[in-house]
């Protein structure tokens, strides 16, 4: 060598795994994440109609209990609740999509929504009233219930 030149030594040198290791943890992390909000989006996206009109129906035919239990049973107070199952009855067989064309869960949806017209058309205007037109609805969804629950 010359004196002109600098003495260099080349250094050990150092790897790169530990940024590697640390961009594969990252890409692991990051790929779990992305799995899990993938699986979330998939679960959400099987239909959870049907168990939300079990759900609301459900809810309603409590408060007509409640309205009977509270001894609070005029008309304002019952007459909603019969309505909004009324409502939902209209979507039994696009909640149930894969029983639409059964003619036993036809024919229960169809009674269950003639049991709600009457209440509709003649509400109790008493206590007892209230009491036998939920006994009415009650059994028409336990019909249903019976045959397709299991």
């Known amino acids: 060598m010359n004196d002109t030149q600098p003495n260099t030594v080349?250094?050990?040198?150092?790897?790169?795994?530990?940024?590697?290791?640390?961009?594969?943890?990252?890409g692991l992390v990051m790929g779990a994440i992305g799995t899990?909000?993938?699986?979330?989006a998939w679960q959400a996206r099987q239909d959870p109609f049907p168990d939300s009109v079990m759900h609301v129906q459900a809810w309603h035919l409590k408060q007509l209990d409640s309205r009977v239990q509270?001894?609070?049973?005029?008309?304002?107070?019952?007459?909603?609740?019969?309505?909004?199952?009324?409502?939902?009855?209209?979507?039994?067989?696009?909640?149930?999509?894969?029983?639409?064309?059964?003619a036993r869960f036809a024919g229960h949806a169809s009674k269950f929504r003639a049991t709600l017209d009457s209440a509709?058309?003649?509400?109790?205007?008493?206590?007892?009233?209230?009491?036998t037109m939920?006994?009415?609805?009650?059994?028409?969804?336990?019909?249903?219930?019976?045959?397709?629950?299991?």
């Open 120 to 131: 509709l058309a003649s509400p109790p205007l008493n206590c007892a009233g209230v009491g």
């Open 70 to 102: 509270e001894n609070r049973c005029a008309a304002t107070d019952t007459l909603p609740h019969v309505k909004a199952l009324r409502t939902t009855a209209d979507d039994l067989e696009w909640a149930f999509p894969d029983l639409k064309d059964d």
């Open 36 to 40: 899990v909000m993938l699986m979330r």
């Open 134 to 150: 939920n006994k009415q609805i009650q059994e028409a969804c336990g019909a249903c219930h019976q045959d397709f629950k299991g």
């Open 10 to 26: 080349a250094a050990p040198r150092k790897g790169n795994g530990r940024k590697y290791l640390f961009l594969f943890l990252i």
